[in-house]
Each structure stands twice: as C-alpha cells, then as structure tokens.
C-alpha cells in the first residue's frame, strides 16, 4: 500500500469552515475510484481547493508534528480534498488511528467524509477518540443502510434541493446549514461534528455544480 501524503492549514481565511478550524488535505491515491464523482464533477478537481490539494506532498511524521501544534479544543477538518489513508477503496487503518489518537492526545475535535466503506464499530472507535466519520453516499439506498447502522451519514445532491428530505425508509435528510445561511460558519454549527441520526444533504457547489443529478434511490 502507498504512503498517503498530506497537505495543511489554517483556514482562518475561509468563509465557510470558520476562524477556528484547521485543515488536512490527503493525497489523491486515497480517493475510492467507487465514488461517484470520481475524477469527474468533484468540486475538487477545480478551483483553488485544486491548487491546495495538489501541494498534498508531506509525510503522515509531519502531519502529527503540526496536529501537535494546534491550540487544545480546536477543530480539524479532515480530507478538505481525498479520503481516507490508503490506496483507493482501502483504509490503512494504522494511519488513520495514529492520526485519531494524536488528535485526542492533544484536545482536539476532527471531523471527516469518506466513500470508503467501513465498519459501525471503526466509526464508534474513531468517535471515541474525538475522530467523527461521515459516510459520504452516492444513492438514497446506501444512506438508509449506513443511518439504521449507526453512521453518520451526508450526500451531495443537486443545486435545486429542498431544505428537507425523508427518505423511503423514513430517515430524515436537511441541507447543510451554512448553504442556507452564509453568517454560519462550520465552527459554529458543528453538525457534522457529532454522532447523528439526521443526514445532512450538501447542495452541489463550484464550477461542476451542473453536472451533478439527483442521486438515485
């Protein structure tokens, strides 16, 4: 398995994450080539999320020394752009814990999405280290069956959707809060932040917007 790299930063200049969160890009490697916007309407693939995402060069040694250096109680966003460590549908799960234990080590609240598959029981073990994972789903089906598992769940749907959503199983889907409201940044809400039963639908944003439909059931 290859050696996921790493790029990070404060994002005092974001709008949207807020003064107080920081920033880990991962290398494209990680991404699963199951997801759905892979290498195609990813909003990543354009714009300066692009151009900090391609500087994702540094070692996991670095990563940690610079989580040492956060302020205690801070908020970490995890894979701004990439997935989780290793190579495309794969979890290098040793990386990924060294990461969660270092975040809780030093105080910290991290947060992340990933298309990857994993386990109830990894989601409930990272969450207790401060670590929270967010399932990203592609079809209305695979979001039920991560909810009524116990994980965290987010979609990405198109530029035109409701606030709110029930799925055919009956689990409840709202917007992302910030979408709606530009004064609200992330550390503010922290939605994503915390064990849920309520999925949270991101309205498609950047250059490629258009080009994404409405997942399917």
Same mark, same amino acid.
């Given at each position: ?52 995402? &391609?500087?994702?060069?540094? %070692?996991? @040694? +670095? /990563? ?10 801070? #908020? =970490? ?56 994972? &967010?399932?990203?789903?592609? %079809?209305? @089906? +695979? /979001? ?10 987010? #979609? =990405? ?61």
């Amino acid at each position: 398995m290859n050696e996921t790299r790493f790029f990070f930063s404060s994002s005092r200049a974001n709008r949207k994450l807020g003064a107080a969160i920081y920033s880990i890009y991962s290398s494209r490697s990680s991404c699963p080539s199951t997801c759905a916007l892979y290498r195609g309407a990813c909003y990543a693939e354009g714009g300066p999320v692009r151009l900090q995402w &391609n500087k994702a060069t540094r %070692s996991l @040694s +670095e /990563l940690l020394k610079w989580l040492d250096g956060i302020p205690q109680n801070s #908020i =970490v966003r995890y894979g701004v752009a990439g997935d989780l460590p290793g190579d495309d549908v794969e979890i290098d799960y040793d990386t990924l814990f060294t990461i969660a234990r270092r975040i809780f080590s030093n105080g910290l609240t991290c947060f992340a999405y990933t298309h990857k598959k994993i386990s109830p029981d990894m989601v409930k073990k990272l969450a207790e280290y401060g670590f929270i994972i &967010n399932r990203s789903c592609d %079809s209305w @089906s +695979e /979001l039920d069956a991560a909810v009524n598992n116990g994980i965290p769940s987010v #979609i =990405v749907v198109p530029v035109d959707f409701p606030k709110k959503y029930v799925t055919q199983s009956g689990n409840v889907v709202i917007t992302c809060p910030q979408q709606d409201n530009k004064d609200l940044t992330c550390a503010k809400c922290r939605l994503c932040m915390r064990p849920r039963h309520t999925s949270i639908a991101f309205r498609a944003h950047g250059a490629r917007a258009r080009k994404i439909a409405a997942p399917q059931l």
